[in-house]
Each structure stands twice: as structure tokens, then as C-alpha cells.
């Protein structure tokens, strides 16, 4: 409310001041008191406005979560029954994928432009809305994966030649423990 009156600076320690700086063109400010300025008022602070003002604030949303989930669908469906083991690994990998993926750049059109497309949700009855298209995802975790798991089976095989029995290691015994004994282990 403040900047329509031509009061560009404030003491609230969450806005201090405009953002535009002082280059702005000449214009006419409304004045505090007025009938104009009232009604102005009146409309912007209603409880409708305010609450779904703060609503659209990205501290509110849930979309991440809401995505994180889809993730977490995929690679586990509640359909599905798993073990423990299969499970926990199942949400490690939904936690890489998400990981990995979450902060997709928004796709350029050759002209570098970014590139947009119409969604047509039910819930608009025929409307539609915009959405940024982002990047395609990308799966370089795999390999990653891969190269530690090839590492954990090699070392174990070489440790079994070495003592002549089966010798698992760390990783490998919290792996195959029960939740309550790997809690109490100080290591992990």
C-alpha cells in the first residue's frame, strides 16, 4: 500500500524498500484518506485476496513433494508388495533419480527461446494453462551406481581368496542387517 502513496522505503524487516529503484517515470500518487485510496484498500487486504496471495507463495507449495512422490510411485507402486531389503533400495533409487533430476533447467527452443506448451487439466472444463517444459531427465546415477556395485562385488571376491571363507563387508552387513541392529551400529 505504500508504494501507490509514493512511499518507497518501510521499517518491516521483510520489505525495506522497492525494488525498481529510483528510476521510475513521473506519475500521479494517490494520497492516504481519500475515497479512491480507501476503496483501493479495502479490496486488497479482503481475507479472500490476502489468503490466496499467500497460497501462490512458493514457501506454501507442494508441488516438489508432490512430484517427489510420483518419483517415489515409480520405482515402488503401492500394488506391489517388497521386502524390507527391496523396499529400502527401491527408495534409494527414487532418491537418487530425484536427486539428480529435480532442478531440470527449462528447454530452449534453436533460436534459444524458451520453449512452453498448453495443458488442458480437467479441472478448467476446457481451459487450459501454460507450463514451462524443462530439459529432459537424465540417468547418470546408473552408472555411478554401477561402478560401486562392481567395486563391492570385486573387493569381496578378493577378500574371500585372501581369507579362504566368506568374509562379507561393511557396507554389505548393514545392507543384509535388521533395522533395529543397524540403528545401534555407530558406523552407520
Sequence with gaps: MNHI?????DENPEYTACEHGDDYPEREWLQSGTKVYDKLR???LRTR??????MMSPHAQTSKVESFHNILLHFCPKLLVYSYQ???CRLYL????W???CDRAQAVDAEGNPVYRLKYPRSKEGGHTVERVLTAGTCGYVKALMRVVVELVENRGAAQRQHGGATASTSTECLSSSPRQWRSR???
Excluded: P, Q
Design 186 to 188: 555407530a558406523s552407520f
Design 86 to 88: 527391496g523396499m529400502k
Design 5 to 9: 502513496r509514493n512511499l518507497h522505503t
Design 49 to 54: 485476496l490476502v489468503n490466496g496471495i499467500g
Design 42 to 44: 479495502e479490496e486488497w
Design 94 to 97: 527414487a532418491v537418487l533419480h
Design 99 to 101: 536427486n539428480e533430476n
